[in-house]
C-alpha cells in the first residue's frame, strides 16, 4: 500500500507540472477590485500587457469595485482554484476583515499568496498657502487651539485614518478629520482651501507636491524618500515606530496548483524587473519595489491584519 501511495503521489506531481508547462492555455482573468484609474489597476493592466507578450496568451483585467476592494477580492475568492484567476490588492486587503462586518471570505486562509510587488509610504501634505513647515508644526498649532486644524483621508477606516487615529493618541492632540470618497476630491479640497492638509499615498500625493501647488510635511516610512529627503519622517517628528504603507499584492485562489503559482511568480519576476516597468513603477506610483516570495506576501499581510485590526477595535471604528 506504501508503494502505491507513492507511486499515486508521484505521478500526481508529474501530472501538476505538466499542467503547469501547459499554463496558460486559455485567457488568464485578472481582477482589480478598484475602478479604472488609481494605482492598482495601472498596476495589473502594465503587468497583463508585459505577461500577454511573453506567455502569448491574454491576462484580462476586469475591474469589480466596491466595499474597499472587498467585492472583488470575494470573487477571486470563490472563483476556481484553476490558476486562472488572480486577483490584485491595495492596503485595504489588510483592513477589510475586521472592519467590515460579516466579510464573505477568510483574508488569511481563501486566497493563496503570489507577491507582495511594492510599496510606498504614506505622506501628509498641505497647501503651499498654509505655514506649516513641518508635522511637528501642525501638532503645535492643534495644542495650541484645539479642533482649529483639518485633515483629508480618502475615507473612515483606511490606511491613512488609521495612522491619523494611532498619531493623535501617541501625540496628545486633535485634528478635524475629514473622509473623503477618494484621492481626487481630497485633493481639490486642499487646494480650495476647503481643509488644511490631507493625508494618502506618496503616489498620491507626489504630483501635487512637485508641481507645487502642495508642501510635504511628512512621510509615514522607516526612512526618508529619496523624492523628497527635505520630507522628515514621523518617526523623526516624535512618533516613534509609527509607520504605514501602501501596498499592492497579488493573490490566487487557495488551492490553486502549486506549479502554476511557481510559474505565475517567477514571469512576474522578470516582468517587474523589466527597466521600463521598474521606471514606471517607481517614478510613476512612488513605489519601492519588494518583488516578494509567495510566503513573505502572506507574512506580510497577516502583519497588517494584526496591526491595524487592533487599531479598528480598540476605538470602535466603522466604515461609512
Known amino acids: 500500500m506504501k508503494r502505491i501511495a507513492l507511486i499515486l503521489v508521484a505521478t500526481f506531481a508529474v501530472a501538476a507540472q505538466a499542467f503547469a508547462q501547459d499554463w496558460p492555455a486559455k485567457p488568464v482573468k485578472f481582477i482589480v477590485p478598484f475602478p479604472p484609474g488609481g494605482s492598482v489597476d495601472p498596476l495589473a493592466r502594465l503587468a497583463g500587457a508585459k505577461l500577454g507578450e511573453a506567455l502569448k496568451q491574454q491576462f484580462v483585467v476586469e475591474n469589480r469595485p466596491g466595499a474597499g476592494g472587498s467585492i472583488g477580492t470575494g470573487m477571486a475568492a470563490k472563483s476556481p482554484p484553476d490558476g486562472y484567476t488572480f486577483v490584485f490588492v491595495f492596503d485595504s486587503h489588510g483592513v477589510n476583515q475586521a472592519l467590515i462586518p460579516n466579510l464573505p471570505f477568510d483574508t488569511a486562509k481563501d486566497l493563496a499568496p503570489v507577491m507582495l510587488v511594492g510599496r510606498a509610504p504614506y505622506a ?33 477606516g483606511t490606511m491613512g485614518h488609521l495612522t491619523l487615529v494611532t498619531a493623535q ?94 510559474k505565475m511568480h517567477g514571469e512576474l519576476v522578470k516582468v517587474f524587473n523589466l527597466p521600463d516597468v521598474r521606471k514606471t513603477l517607481t517614478e510613476g506610483l512612488g513605489m519601492e519595489l519588494i518583488i516578494s516570495t509567495p510566503e513573505a506576501l502572506q507574512q506580510w499581510t497577516l502583519g497588517e491584519m494584526a496591526r491595524w485590526s487592533k487599531v479598528i477595535r480598540d476605538n470602535n471604528i466603522k466604515v461609512d
Request: no cysteine.
Open 169 to 262: 493618541q501617541m501625540g496628545g492632540f486633535k485634528l478635524i478629520h475629514a473622509p473623503f470618497a477618494g484621492g481626487g476630491p481630497m485633493n481639490q479640497n486642499i487646494l480650495g482651501g476647503q481643509i488644511d492638509m490631507g493625508i494618502g499615498s506618496l503616489a498620491l500625493l507626489t504630483p501635487q507636491i512637485r508641481g507645487g501647488k502642495m508642501r510635504g510635511v511628512s512621510v509615514a516610512g522607516e526612512q526618508r524618500v529619496a523624492a523628497f529627503p527635505d520630507v522628515p519622517t514621523l518617526i523623526e517628528q516624535g512618533f516613534p515606530g509609527l509607520t504605514a504603507y501602501a501596498w499592492w499584492g497579488i493573490f490566487t485562489p487557495a488551492g490553486s496548483p502549486k506549479p502554476i503559482i511557481e
Open 124 to 156: 501628509i501634505a498641505t497647501s503651499v498657502s498654509k505655514p506649516w513647515k513641518s508635522f511637528s508644526e501642525v501638532v503645535a498649532a492643534s495644542k495650541a487651539k484645539p479642533d482649529s486644524v483639518s485633515i483629508g483621508s480618502v475615507g473612515n
